[in-house]
Nanobody, 127 residues
Framework: QVQVVESGGGLVQAGGSLRLSCTTP????????MAWFRQAPGKEREGISC????????LYSDSVKGRFTIWRDNDKNTLYLQMNSLKPEDTAMYYC????????????????????WGQGTQVTVSS
């Protein structure tokens, strides 16, 4: 059974940093493109970053570009998101998602291509 488990969220002051992790027990991790999404209360889910299944190519939304970094360790079946220069508007539940053989093309940020989702980890940025 595939699981997607996020961790690393918490409360941080504006300007601070957090690192999120996403482990994927039961998933053939090498064969999955991975992405991070977030959803704030009352707002639509937002795709913020994607990395292709073999690593290398990464994409970011304009809202996080230059502040967040996505990478993956295929030996550890783990996805990461380093978040720097955090802002109060980054406050949201953050989700990890997996899509088979995905090259982060086209509608990567819309969510429809992802087969597996985690339960999320809360990130709260205080001003």
């Amino acid at each position: 059974q595939v699981q997607v488990v996020e961790s690393g969220g918490g409360l941080v002051q504006a300007g601070g940093s957090l690192r999120l992790s996403c482990t994927t027990p039961g998933l053939n991790f090498d064969n999955y493109g991975m992405a991070w999404f977030r959803q704030a209360p009352g707002k639509e889910r937002e795709g913020i970053s994607c990395i292709v299944h073999r690593g290398g190519t990464t994409l970011y939304s304009d809202s996080v570009k230059g502040r967040f970094t996505i990478w993956r360790d295929n030996d550890k079946n783990t996805l990461y998101l380093q978040m720097n220069s955090l802002k109060p508007e980054d406050t949201a539940m953050y989700y990890c998602a997996a899509a088979p053989y995905f090259y982060c093309l086209g509608s990567w940020s819309s969510g429809g291509v992802y087969r597996h989702w985690g339960q999320g980890t809360q990130v709260t940025v205080s001003s």
